[in-house]
C-alpha cells in the first residue's frame, strides 16, 4: 500500500510518504502543496492523510481535486482539522474553517450546483478538548438539530472550546474512464 502524509510538518510516520513544504527530520520529499500538481502520478496512492495541514492551503478546491487525482478509487483519505468554533481555527495562517457540513460540497452526488462529488464521507469524528470529555456524546433528536451530531456537539455551539477538532474520513470515487473532475459551479 501507498500512504501519503501531506504538510507532515515533525508528525512523521512510518510506512508513509511523508510530504511537507520544510526540510526536516523525516520529511521524505519536499514541496509546497500550494504548487500544483503535486509531485506524484495519478492514481497512485491507497490512503491519504493530513492533519492540520489542508487548512493552511489557499486553494481547498484546488487541493481536493489533487487529492483525489493522486489517489486509487477506494482509497482513504483522512483530513483533520480544527473544528471552526474553537480557537485554533482563527490562526492567520489559516485559509479555512471547517464544520460537520464542510464535505458535503465534496460528497454529495444530488447536488445540481456547486459540487465536485469525487469522495463519499465515510465519517465523522469530533475530538472534544479536555473540558469537553466531560459532555458525553448523548444523541439529539435530528428533527430539532438536523446538522448537530450528539449532545458534545450541540454544546459546542453554545460554550466554544468543546470540540477542538474535526476528524473526516473520506473514499475516492472514480468513475469509469475518468479523466479529471472539475467542479461544478452551475446556478
Aim: a positive charge; charged letters at 25%.
Amino acid at each position: 500500500m501507498k500512504k501519503l502524509n501531506f504538510g507532515c510538518g515533525a508528525d512523521i510516520k512510518k510506512g508513509y510518504i511523508n510530504l511537507d513544504k520544510s526540510k526536516i527530520k523525516g520529511v521524505d520529499i519536499v514541496h509546497n502543496l500550494d504548487k500544483y500538481p503535486w509531485p506524484f502520478p495519478s492514481n497512485y496512492f491507497d490512503e491519504v492523510y493530513g492533519r492540520d495541514a489542508i487548512e493552511h492551503l489557499k486553494d481547498l478546491f484546488m487541493a481536493m481535486q489533487e487529492i483525489h487525482r493522486i489517489s486509487k478509487h477506494g482509497a482513504v483519505v483522512r483530513l483533520i482539522v480544527p473544528y471552526w468554533h474553537s480557537s485554533g481555527a482563527f490562526y492567520p495562517n489559516h485559509y479555512y474553517f471547517f464544520n460537520v457540513d464542510s464535505m458535503k460540497f465534496f460528497t454529495e452526488t444530488d447536488r445540481k450546483y456547486d459540487s465536485y462529488p469525487g469522495f463519499r464521507l465515510e465519517k465523522i469524528k469530533l475530538i472534544p478538548s479536555k473540558i469537553g470529555w466531560i459532555i458525553p456524546p448523548l444523541p439529539v433528536p435530528k428533527s430539532l438539530f438536523p446538522n448537530v451530531l450528539d449532545l458534545r456537539h450541540l454544546m459546542s455551539y453554545l460554550l466554544g472550546e468543546i470540540i477542538v477538532k474535526i476528524d473526516f474520513t473520506l473514499r475516492v470515487v472514480k468513475k469509469k474512464n475518468e479523466k479529471r473532475l472539475s467542479f461544478n459551479y452551475n446556478s
